[in-house]
């Protein structure tokens, strides 16, 4: 599910900390910049005319040289409750269907079409799954996964999500973090707060964001927000700045 989206060359301090799993997928199609992913296993530069995946699942970090700032089309994805835990890196030469769907999505955002978006980042969620980049958790995990994914709203308990899996709750936990790379209660903010960005980005007041997220508190839904994103759900809809 798209979160959002956008063409950008971003600014000069521009740079990705996630020191935790983000539970979401970022994805850019590169066209220039000198961009360093570092993740736990391995270092590479972002290379232009390839379309790069970032896990959603594990941390990792891109530092830029600022003389050489990136400029690429991105997506923010939701692939709950799927998982990506490595970098995935895609060759994207004409006539490949991943630079097809880049190149439409490219156009339709510049050209103010961005109803087009939701379709194509779906054809593109579609065609990585077929290519086997996503995982779902092995064991039990999944079934406490897939009951947070559809019913994010509910407020689960860890004896809940816990006995769907067949586990003790302290064995659940370590279970849970190593699939995931967060633990069951940062997992469901996570998963109100991505739905979040992308009801506000595509329009929704923040009253009705905060009640289709689970929260009849309006300030603490504000509160959760802020300390997510480093901004107020006010700020982030009235901003209208997206950033990769």
Known sequence: MLIECGCTLV????????????????????YEGEVTCREADREFGLRPGTICLFPSAAP??????????????FLHLDIAPFLLRRT??????????????????RAGIQGGGERVAPLLSDAFEQYCAGQGLFSMPEGEIARALRAMAADFQR???????????????AYFIRRFRAETGVSPHQYLIGRRMKEALRLL??????????RRCGYPDLKAFS????RWYGLSPSQYRESGRLYP
């Open 155 to 169: 407020n689960w308990s860890l004896t809940e999500l816990s006995a769907l899996a067949g586990y003790s709750e």
């Open 60 to 73: 990792y970090f891109l530092r830029q040289n600022p003389q050489k700032r990136l400029f690429c089309t």
């Open 11 to 30: 600014s000069e301090s521009w740079q990705v900390s996630e020191r935790t799993a983000c539970g979401f997928v970022r994805v850019y199609d590169v």
């Open 223 to 226: 509160r959760s927000f802020r």
């Open 88 to 105: 995935a890196v895609l060759e994207a030469p004409a006539g490949s269907v991943a630079r097809g769907i880049f190149d439409a999505l």
């Open 201 to 210: 980005w595509s329009g929704a007041t923040v009253s009705e964001a905060a």
